[in-house]
């Protein structure tokens, strides 16, 4: 990896003592500094760490009329030393390129990315929350700067990263909601990458379903609204007769780094794991048999999030407790003891920052 030159100008005073760790709600607080370089005409500008706060942009800006806008999410975490490390950041930069190809936007450099990913949480590395089920979460995002009207790919670009102390995302296990008359995505379209689009098509939906008592949809597929494909923020998984189940992968669906985790943790501790469709009529049957044993999402902001219940055609389809769930108890344990090293980390997942 080449070595980005990134110039650092420091905050006079810290915002740190402010912030009261122990109530820490997910977004809301953000740390001393931010990472922020341009690309003006295909060439990538030098990267600046500056203080955090607010940056010039025009009501014209491309971004804003034509939605080129992506972003990712991603984790620091302080171990037991002291220490402070990154889960799959490289997984992450590889699919914000992959975003910003379908896009029609310029590559990230990895040298920008890397490197003023580990200068910036370094930088910071006091506003890494210490408790466990804690974390500094880490929004790299990318938008267009063009100040022009045109449908067209925009001439100029920010990458911008920001850091954050946070707790859970969910505090509680969620109720979900089936969804059947909105969709999330279709095949051939941007539902496989992070645009800021496929999050703002999601939030009259979701307010919706909030009014019914619900915390989140589980969206289904654009053509049948028969199968499964996502809840809301995350990746979602099935246990049935103790085989682990998640939709297999497509074009409308977001390939989560923390679904590949878990998958692969499950097979590496012997759990039968199946990758395929499924439908709500098979979900309605196996609770109603007594085989539909978990139901969980999982991403990186989520991490592991049980669902209490599954709402759809008037009906709540109540699940076990997520206290006496194995599999997702046993997934969820695996996964933290890497992210905060207790346990080795076999996979070559983590990335030492300090």
């Known amino acids: ?170 505090t509680e296990p969620v109720k979900v909601l089936v969804e059947t008359s909105y969709t999330r995505a279709s095949e051939g379209g941007i539902g496989f990458a992070k645009a800021a689009g496929n999050y703002g098509g999601s939030l009259h939906p979701t307010k919706l379903a909030k009014e019914k008592g619900y915390d989140q949809l589980i969206w289904m597929d654009a053509k049948e609204h028969r199968f499964a494909e996502e809840s809301g923020t995350m990746n979602v998984m099935f246990v049935i007769n103790n085989t682990l189940i998640t939709p297999t992968l497509s074009s409308s669906k977001l390939a989560g780094i923390t679904r590949d985790s878990i998958l692969k943790l499950a097979k590496n501790l012997g759990i039968a794991v199946e990758e395929r469709n499924i439908s709500i009529d098979e979900l309605v049957a196996a609770h109603d048999n007594g085989q539909l044993q978990d139901a969980f999402g999982v991403g990186t902001a989520a991490n592991i999030s049980p669902i209490a219940l599954i709402g759809y055609n008037g009906k709540d389809y109540v699940l076990p407790p997520a206290a006496d769930r194995v599999i997702s108890n046993q997934l969820g344990d695996a996964l933290n003891g890497i992210k905060y090293g207790k346990q080795p980390d076999t996979f070559g997942w983590i990335v030492p920052v300090c």
Not at 52 to 81: R, V, W
């Open 1 to 170: 990896m080449m070595t980005a030159t990134i110039d650092i100008q420091r905050v006079q005073q810290s915002r740190i003592e402010t912030v009261d760790f122990n109530d820490l709600h997910f977004g809301m607080t953000f740390s001393d500094h931010m990472l922020v370089v341009d690309c003006i005409n295909g060439e990538w500008q030098e990267p600046v760490i500056m203080p955090f706060g607010p940056l010039p942009s025009s009501p014209a800006q491309s971004a804003l009329h034509y939605g080129q806008a992506i972003f990712e999410g991603m984790k620091a975490f302080k171990t037991a030393d002291g220490s402070i490390q990154l889960f799959r950041p490289y997984d992450n930069f590889k699919r914000m390129n992959l975003s910003a190809e379908r896009m029609a936007m310029p590559a990230i450099p990895e040298s920008i990315f890397m490197e003023g990913l580990m200068q910036l949480v370094k930088l910071d590395a006091a506003w890494v929350p210490a408790k466990e089920g804690h974390s500094l979460y880490i929004r790299p995002v990318f938008y267009a700067t063009e100040e022009a009207l045109g449908v067209r790919p925009s001439s100029s670009y920010r990458f911008v990263i920001l850091t954050s102390p946070a707790g859970k995302y969910y």
